[in-house]
C-alpha cells in the first residue's frame, strides 16, 4: 500500500513537473516567436526604408546629370542645330535612356531618335516649365504607345525658363531595380504610386495593364486592403494573402 501510494505521488509530481516544462517552454517558444516576428518586422520596414532611398538617390543622379546638360549654352540656345549634336552626344554617353529630346515653349518636342511629340498638356513638361526637375509617373508614350518613364528638367536662360529638357526610359527601369530588391530567399519587392498604380512588380504584365493595388478585385485586392489600413503614406509591416498563402 504505501509502495501504490508512493508511486502515485511521484505520478503526479512527474505530471506536474511535465506540465510545468510545457507551460514554461510554450512561454519561452511563444516570447522567442514573438521576438523573432518583431526582429523580422523591423528587418522588413529599414529594407523598404533604405530601397526607397536607394530608388530616389538615383533619381537625384540622373536628373543632376540631364541639368548639366541642360546648363550647356548649345543648350539653352534654343537651337536644335545647335542642341542635336550635344544630345546625341550626351546619348552615347547615358544609354540608359532611350532618347533625349528637348521641348521649346509651345509644347513641341523634338528627340535624338527623329521622333516628334506634342507634349504640352504633359504634367511633367508643365511642371518642369514652372522650375522643377522630376521623374513623372509610369505614362503611355506619344511617340510609339509603349509604356515609359519621362525625366524632365528645366532649360533656364539668364533667369528665365525657355525649354524642357527630356528623357524617355523604358517602363521596365524600376523592374530592374526591384528585381534585385527582396527579404529572403523568396522575398521580392513592389512600387505603386500614392493613388496605388502598380510601377514595379516581379509579374510585369501588372505594370503594363497599370492594376492598381487599392482598387483591384482580383488577386491583389486583399493587399490593397492591407495598404488602405495602414494608409498610404504611413510606415509598417501588413499581412495579407495572396493566391492563397498569408504573406
Known amino acids: 500500500m504505501k509502495r501504490s501510494i508512493a508511486v502515485r505521488i511521484s505520478v503526479y509530481v512527474g505530471?506536474?513537473?511535465l506540465a510545468i516544462s510545457v507551460g514554461l517552454g510554450l512561454l519561452a517558444y511563444n516570447r522567442g516567436?514573438?521576438?523573432?516576428?518583431?526582429?523580422?518586422e523591423e528587418a522588413l520596414i529599414m529594407q523598404a526604408k533604405e530601397a526607397a532611398e536607394y530608388l530616389e538617390s538615383r533619381f537625384e543622379v540622373q536628373l543632376t546629370a540631364l541639368e548639366t546638360?541642360?546648363?550647356?549654352?548649345?543648350?539653352?540656345?534654343m537651337d536644335w542645330n545647335l542642341q542635336e549634336p550635344v544630345l546625341q552626344s550626351e546619348h552615347e554617353r547615358l544609354d540608359h535612356y532611350l532618347a533625349l529630346g528637348i521641348v521649346d515653349a509651345n509644347g513641341f518636342a523634338r528627340y535624338?531618335?527623329?521622333?516628334?511629340?506634342?507634349?504640352?498638356?504633359r504634367d511633367?513638361?508643365?511642371?518642369?516649365?514652372?522650375?522643377?526637375?522630376?521623374?513623372?509617373?509610369?505614362?503611355?508614350?506619344?511617340?510609339d504607345n509603349s509604356l515609359v518613364l519621362m525625366y524632365a528638367v528645366p532649360i533656364n536662360n539668364k533667369g528665365k525658363i525657355t525649354g524642357v529638357l527630356i528623357a524617355r526610359r523604358d517602363g521596365r527601369a524600376l523592374n530592374d531595380i526591384t528585381?534585385?530588391?527582396?527579404?529572403?530567399?523568396?522575398?521580392?519587392?513592389?512600387?505603386?504610386?500614392?493613388?496605388?498604380?502598380?510601377?514595379?512588380?516581379?509579374t510585369f504584365e501588372y505594370v503594363m495593364n497599370q492594376r492598381n493595388l487599392l482598387t483591384d478585385t482580383g488577386n491583389l485586392a486583399d493587399a490593397g486592403r492591407a495598404i488602405r489600413e495602414l494608409g498610404v503614406g504611413n510606415t509598417g509591416v501588413v499581412r495579407y494573402f495572396l493566391d492563397g498563402t498569408q504573406r
Do not use: C
Not at 511633367?124 to 511617340?143: C, E, H, K, N, P
Open 124 to 143: 511633367y513638361v508643365i511642371s518642369a516649365m514652372q522650375g522643377r526637375s522630376l521623374v513623372s509617373d509610369l505614362t503611355v508614350s506619344r511617340v
Open 15 to 17: 505530471v506536474l513537473i
Open 69 to 77: 546638360i541642360a546648363a550647356r549654352p548649345e543648350i539653352y540656345s
Open 179 to 202: 528585381d534585385r530588391l527582396g527579404f529572403g530567399d523568396t522575398g521580392w519587392s513592389l512600387i505603386v504610386n500614392s493613388d496605388g498604380t502598380v510601377f514595379a512588380h516581379p
Open 112 to 121: 535624338t531618335d527623329g521622333s516628334t511629340a506634342n507634349l504640352d498638356d
Open 33 to 40: 516567436s514573438s521576438a523573432v516576428t518583431k526582429q523580422v
